[in-house]
């Protein structure tokens, strides 16, 4: 696997009663990660858009892919997948799923992950990273269209009978390949 950015840590505040001050490291997934982040697919999907437990094992186990992990104080926040090949065209990365906790989000974690597979993808030498997501995920199209995605086409009856995804798209540039500063403030 192509080596991606390095651990960096991002603080952030708050005025909510149920969140502090506090900081969100980022760092690679590491054995022993999986039962956490799989209880967040099982909070963040139902069936039929949740991967089972094989499915989401060998996406984290692909030799062409990076699992970000957002965590504070040993609490996995979220995480994020992507992985890359080649698809006679050059080396295209893919995002197979983008999970933040419902209660951890708008904080910027998932704009993090996001920008955390950009640049693994474009390290990995990816000029073109893109994603399905759930029509009706207003949130999600949200983020990655400020993330500089544009909407390429859409599927209906992806996830489901009468549930459609759309697809996004972004070309990497090289300025996505530099990681970002060490702390990031949100």
């Given at each position: 696997?192509?080596?991606?950015?390095?651990?960096?840590?991002?603080?952030?505040?708050?005025?909510?009663?149920?969140?502090?001050?506090?900081?969100?490291?980022?760092?690679?997934?590491?054995?022993?990660?999986?039962?956490?982040?799989?209880?967040?697919?099982?909070?963040?999907?139902?069936?039929?858009?949740?991967?089972?437990?094989?499915?989401?094992?060998?996406?984290?186990?692909?030799?062409?892919?990076?699992t970000?992990?957002?965590?504070?104080?040993?609490a996995?926040?979220?995480?994020?997948?992507?992985?890359?090949?080649?698809?006679?065209?050059?080396?295209?990365?893919?995002?197979?799923?983008?999970?933040?906790?419902?209660?951890?989000?708008?904080?910027?974690?998932?704009?993090?992950?996001?920008?955390?597979?950009?640049?693994?993808?474009?390290?990995?030498?990816?000029g073109?990273i893109?994603?399905?997501?759930?029509?009706?995920?207003?949130?999600?199209?949200?983020?990655?269209?400020?993330?500089?995605?544009?909407?390429?086409?859409?599927?209906?009856?992806?996830?489901?009978?009468?549930?459609?995804?759309?697809?996004?798209?972004?070309?990497?540039?090289?300025?996505?390949?530099?990681?970002s500063?060490?702390?990031?403030?949100?």
């Amino acid at each position: 696997m192509t080596a991606s950015p390095g651990n960096r840590s991002q603080p952030f505040a708050t005025s909510g009663a149920s969140r502090y001050i506090g900081v969100v490291q980022y760092r690679l997934y590491q054995d022993g990660d999986f039962p956490r982040i799989y209880a967040i697919e099982n909070v963040c999907f139902n069936p039929p858009l949740r991967f089972g437990r094989q499915m989401m094992r060998e996406l984290i186990a692909g030799g062409n892919s990076a699992t970000w992990i957002a965590e504070q104080e040993n609490a996995v926040l979220g995480f994020a997948i992507v992985e890359w090949g080649d698809d006679g065209d050059g080396l295209t990365a893919y995002i197979p799923t983008l999970e933040v906790l419902p209660g951890e989000r708008r904080r910027g974690i998932g704009a993090e992950l996001l920008s955390r597979l950009e640049a693994s993808a474009a390290q990995a030498g990816a000029g073109l990273i893109w994603l399905h997501v759930d029509a009706k995920n207003e949130a999600a199209i949200r983020l990655y269209r400020a993330a500089g995605y544009e909407q390429k086409g859409r599927h209906e009856h992806y996830y489901a009978r009468y549930r459609a995804a759309e697809i996004y798209a972004k070309a990497l540039t090289p300025e996505d390949r530099q990681p970002s500063p060490d702390d990031v403030e949100t």
